[in-house]
Nanobody
Framework: QVQLVESGGGLVQAGGSLRLSCVAS????????MGWYRQAPDEQREMVAM???????DYADSVKGRFTISRDNAKNTVYLQMASLKPEDTAVYFC???????????WGQGTQVTVAS
């Protein structure tokens, strides 16, 4: 089994910054893509940022220029540095990782990010 544990969420004022971390543990042979999704109340889960094992990244248009994703392959950890936060960034943020030969997707339990105006 694979476990993803997120940390770093919380309450921040608009314009502030937060850094999310996610550590993968368990029976990990190989992790291809890792990244972050978010889900606001009454909305669908959406991709925020993803990073491949080689470092290629993909961002949602709404966060480009404000959020930066990175990873430490040796530690099976992915980070999301969030800056210039807006109230519309308020959501539960979920870590995602594609693990193993068939890139099975695993999810973390989520961490709440609240941006106050």
């Amino acid at each position: 089994q694979v476990q993803l544990v997120e940390s770093g969420g919380g309450l921040v004022q608009a314009g502030g910054s937060l850094r999310l971390s996610c550590v993968a543990s368990g029976m990990i042979f190989r992790i291809s893509d890792m990244g972050w999704y978010r889900q606001a109340p009454d909305e669908q889960r959406e991709m925020v940022a993803m990073i491949q094992s080689g470092g290629s990244t993909d961002y949602a248009d709404s966060v480009k220029g404000r959020f930066t994703i990175s990873r430490d392959n040796a530690k099976n950890t992915v980070y999301l540095q969030m800056a210039s936060l807006k109230p519309e960034d308020t959501a539960v943020y979920f870590c995602a990782a594609d693990v193993g030969r068939f890139s099975k997707r695993y999810w973390g339990q989520g961490t709440q990010v609240t941006v106050a105006s």
